[in-house]
């Protein structure tokens, strides 16, 4: 009788109860700038908040290779390109660390998510990173935990409320 239920599985709730964990429906899809030792500094939550306010999270290489952390080898899904043709509504830039090669790379993505119009969220060390590559004051953002930049307006995010408001703009 297995076969007949219209489930693959068996609900583990008792009746009434919520039932399982159901992923947010995917609104748009933006890139993350990937980067050794990649972090979302004082907001650890912050891919796990994007993802619940219905973004996907496409790696782009800033490099010329893959990245490989703990011997799990991260492939990029996304290219520049893709911020070109509108395929990536928003660009998701961690701190990091980057070589001098990696960082032209980065500033022009960045550099193209900002011509485009995109949002560019930007994490820890990847604020004074995203502000200088889209000639932007970094002064007023110093502290800041994280900021999200559109157009000519910075806003910063003080916390994963904050992000998530921001991240629900995009699409």
């Known amino acids: 009788m297995f076969a007949q ?5 068996q609900p583990r709730s008792t009746p009434g109860a919520r039932s399982g964990y159901r992923l947010a429906p995917i609104r748009a899809r933006a890139g993350l700038a990937m980067r050794r030792a990649m972090s979302f500094g004082a907001m650890p939550d912050a891919e796990a908040v994007l993802r619940a306010s219905g973004l996907s999270l496409a790696p782009v290489s800033v490099g010329d290779e893959g990245l490989s952390v703990g011997g799990t080898s991260i492939l990029a899904t996304a290219s520049p390109a893709d ?4 395929a990536l509504k928003a660009l998701v830039v961690p701190a ?3 070589d001098e090669t990696s960082q032209a790379a980065l500033d022009d993505l960045i ?4 011509t485009k119009g995109a949002p560019v969220f930007a994490f820890g060390e990847g ?3 995203t502000l200088r590559a889209l000639g932007k004051p970094t002064g007023p953002y110093r502290e800041s ?6 157009g000519d307006t910075v806003e910063s995010l003080a916390d994963t409320s904050a992000l998530a408001v ?3 703009r995009v699409g």
Do not use: E, H
């Not at 239920?5 to 599985?9: A, H, N, Q, S």
């Open 145 to 150: 935990v994280a900021v999200v930049v559109t």
């Open 166 to 168: 921001a991240a629900g």
């Open 127 to 129: 604020v004074a990173t």
């Open 83 to 86: 911020i070109d043709s509108g």
């Open 111 to 114: 550099i193209r998510a900002g």
């Open 96 to 98: 990091g660390n980057v």
């Open 5 to 9: 239920r219209k489930l693959p599985y």
